[in-house]
């Protein structure tokens, strides 16, 4: 029940609330009119008797920067350390824009009109990448720590996303590429470079790589920390094998990883190397990440079935690997070709 007491205080005078209710924390507000007080008592009763009004204030209690600031805290290194980098880029993105605001002020709508902004100059792809880092939070923020309720991006729709690139190299360019990666000052690309073309190796995971990730007797490399969450497994093979273990051959003692950069983390992409081999190459429209393509591809044109090719490349449905379906039409054509004649061959 409430109860409203007058005082007279230096400021004049104020009216306080207190709302006692059992098993729970007594409630108190002060206010300058007796009218606003009236008000406050009867919402705040209603919303107490609905059991909401404690999920309400934690919302009004916490800003966007205290969620993004936990979060980052407490959960990032949750996730895949390929994943730290984007993940920090896009939650200082939200905390940049509506920082200062609590979270139940985090609407639906608010949600759509930040998705709208987020369109300007960024693909469908990559506005979803920022809108699913939020999400991630806010959802830790409403299951564990019970700052809100509901995750308000549930009434938010995502974007349409393109079907993907499906850019590989002819193997002239491969050639091409890998000989200017090798002349290259940068004593590290052309190894880099070698990784994601024969391993399907995404960039972060190649630069955070160690050496006790390596294992030269079974010929593997073990991916912990995936994009996925899952433990990956790369075969490590031919050319790729012996570049590698010749590498290793010199390493920096005080620095685990296989490309080592300052203290103890691991180097940076060497971006300007990279694009200085592009252009020696004269290999025009390729970006890095489809090195990827180009191992997938050549998988695809030399047998590996789809489910192979999501294996190495680490992707839990069929779906991301598709688009190399048509590559491996005449492997899927021989196999259907070679079922028949066994099986009905001797029927001619």
Not at 308 to 332: D, F
Request: hydrophobic share 40%; charged share 25%; proline share 2%.
């Amino acid at each position: 029940m409430a109860t409203i007491t007058k005082l007279q205080g230096k400021r004049g005078i104020s009216y306080k609330v207190r709302i006692r209710k059992p098993n729970n924390p007594t409630v108190t507000k002060t206010f300058s009119s007796k009218n606003l007080a009236d008000k406050w008592a009867r919402k705040t009763e209603r919303e107490l008797e609905e059991e909401t009004y404690f999920d309400k204030a934690a919302a009004a209690s916490h800003t966007v920067t205290d969620l993004v600031e936990r979060y980052l805290r407490e959960d990032l290194k949750k996730l895949a350390e390929s994943d730290w980098a984007a993940r920090k880029r896009q939650l200082n993105w939200w905390k940049g824009q509506i920082g200062n605001l609590t979270l139940n002020k985090v609407t639906p709508a608010l949600l759509v009109e930040k998705r709208n902004a987020l369109r300007e100059g960024r693909s469908g792809s990559t506005v979803n990448r920022y809108l699913a880092a939020f999400s991630a939070a806010l959802g830790v923020a409403a299951s564990e720590w019970q700052w809100i309720t509901t995750n308000p991006f549930s009434r938010v729709r995502r974007e349409k996303e393109s079907e993907g690139r499906t850019r590989f190299l002819s193997p002239d360019e491969r050639t091409a590429l890998l000989s200017e990666c090798r002349a290259s000052k940068n004593k590290h690309l052309y190894l880099i470079s070698m990784l994601a073309l024969s391993c399907g190796m995404r960039q972060a995971e190649i630069m955070s790589l160690t050496w006790q990730q390596v294992d030269f007797e079974r010929s593997t490399i073990t991916l912990f920390k995936t994009k996925n969450g899952e433990i990956r497994v790369v075969p490590l093979v031919s050319l790729a094998h012996q570049e590698l273990k010749e590498f290793g051959k010199v390493r920096n003692l005080k620095n685990s990883h296989v490309f080592p950069g300052r203290n103890d983390s691991h180097a940076v992409f060497p971006r300007t190397a990279w694009l200085e081999a592009l252009s020696r190459a004269k290999i025009t429209d390729f970006k890095f990440h489809d090195c990827r393509h180009s191992c997938a591809s050549e998988l695809a044109m030399n047998g590996a079935s789809l489910h192979e090719i999501a294996a190495v490349l680490g992707h839990r449905t069929l779906a991301m690997v598709q688009r190399y379906a048509h590559l491996s039409e005449q492997h899927t054509a021989s196999v259907v070709e070679r079922m028949n004649n066994a099986v009905f061959g001797g029927l001619e």
